[in-house]
């Protein structure tokens, strides 16, 4: 919906080309919007009162309902506290009606329902560099709520779809492979198939991202950082594509969006505008890493695995550029390790002795850095890397296995 809704629901199995193609906008260049125009229209404790509106929260509570019993979220009470105090911050006037969920999904995405929760995936706190990024997101995606932007997209998309397809949807979301409780990402994608009914236009991300920026600046964000994690998106896309040696994916975010070269200008022009010289503003980075420390090497590993090696590297890299640290290291050596190609073990090698000498390198680096030394031979120093494995995982499953390969 927001950023890769498209891609999700086209990805889909179940979803048809019909839902996907009445997604598609046509957008010709237009003037910036301003965010001080950007008015909330609604206030707290918003309810519907015509009846489509109202036949489609309902639908949506029970999509709710689903979504918050799903295996696919994380209920880790820090981390979720941590976001709903962010939302707090950023949701504008309807800020404390919002909710927001976790969900263990290693996409770059954030999606915004016509009843006011939010979902935001696990790859999107991979990819932020600071809390003021991850509340740039959030803050968009408000945006598309304070602004109405699904009944409004909903009833311009009326002729093509009613009411009676997304109840079928959600049915099939509550009911899909008997036993198997919403909790796989089939199913998930069914509810962006729900969402791409919704689809916004150009006019109105370009709204959400106006009134994003002035949400963040008035918090004390540095609103700049907006332009930021949609670079850091365009660029990541561009690398997996670079690497793949393909295109750009149709049906990406690039076809709802502006086009990526004017949406980075309008972005920078109205951070430029709201911001208050001799104000000071915070990104929060270090409250953000403190928040998210304990999930990251768990989000790394999903992201090395999903094999995409251009966007796995160009990540590590960007994350890089705020100081290397064991962790990056050793990821950046699963990439070539998992890759598999020629010269690949030794790239990998390489990571892992850079990783083992950061204070924060996880067990596992040492466990490989002992495996690539034996294999040069090197079994003094492998017997060393190996041992400090064991050290840090005494319970490791592997750990009879280690000590016979230290002999
Ligand atoms: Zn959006």
Excluded at 75 to 88: E, F, H, M, R, V
Excluded at 189 to 204: D, N, P, Q, V
Aim: charge should be neutral.
């Amino acid at each position: 919906m927001c950023m890769r809704c498209l891609e999700l629901s086209r990805r889909s199995l179940l979803v048809g080309g019909g839902v996907a193609a009445a997604a598609l906008t046509t957008g010709t260049a237009q003037a910036r919007v301003r965010p001080q125009d950007m008015q909330p229209l609604i206030g707290p404790g918003f309810k519907p009162t015509d009846r489509d509106e109202q036949g489609l929260w309902q639908l949506m509570e029970r999509a709710e309902e689903e979504i918050a019993g799903s295996n696919l979220l994380m209920n880790d009470p820090a981390l979720t506290g941590y976001l709903k105090n962010l939302i707090g911050r950023v949701g504008g006037p309807a800020a404390q009606d919002m909710r927001i969920y976790l969900a263990h999904i290693p996409e770059f995405n954030a999606v915004m329902f016509p009843s006011g929760f939010t979902v935001i995936f696990s790859g999107l706190l991979l990819r932020a560099r600071n809390e003021a990024q991850l509340a740039g997101v959030i803050a968009h995606e408000s945006g598309h709520f304070l602004r109405r932007h699904m009944i409004r997209s909903w009833r311009d998309q009326k002729r093509k779809s009613d009411l009676l397809a997304i109840g079928s949807m959600v049915a099939g979301v509550g009911g899909a492979g008997a036993g198997v409780y919403l909790g796989d990402y089939v199913q998930l994608a069914e509810l962006g198939a729900i969402l791409s009914l919704f689809s916004y236009s150009r006019g109105m991300e370009a709204e959400a991202d106006a009134m994003g920026t002035r949400l963040i600046a008035e918090a004390g964000y540095p609103a700049a950082e907006m332009a930021s994690v949609w670079q850091q998106l365009i660029g990541e896309e561009s690398a997996s594509a670079r690497y793949r040696g393909k295109r750009r994916r149709r049906g990406s975010l690039f076809d709802s969006h502006p086009s990526p070269d004017s949406r980075m200008a309008d972005l920078r022009a109205s951070a430029a505008e709201v911001t208050i010289p001799g104000r000071p503003y915070d990104n929060g980075r270090a409250r953000y890493l403190n928040a998210i420390g304990p999930i990251r090497p768990m989000m790394l590993d999903d992201q090395v695995k999903l094999n995409d090696p251009g966007a796995s590297q160009y990540l590590i890299q960007t994350l890089a550029q705020d100081g290397w640290n064991g962790l990056l290291r050793f990821y950046e050596g699963e990439i070539w390790r998992l890759r598999n190609r020629r010269d690949d073990d030794d790239r990998a090698a390489q990571s892992y002795a850079a990783a083992v000498v950061y204070p924060d390198a996880p067990a596992d680096a040492f466990r490989w850095h002992g495996i690539s030394l034996l294999k040069q031979g090197r079994s003094g120093e492998a017997k060393q890397a190996f041992s400090r494995y064991l050290v840090m995982k005494p319970d490791a499953p592997d750990a009879p296995w280690v000590r016979q390969m230290m002999g």
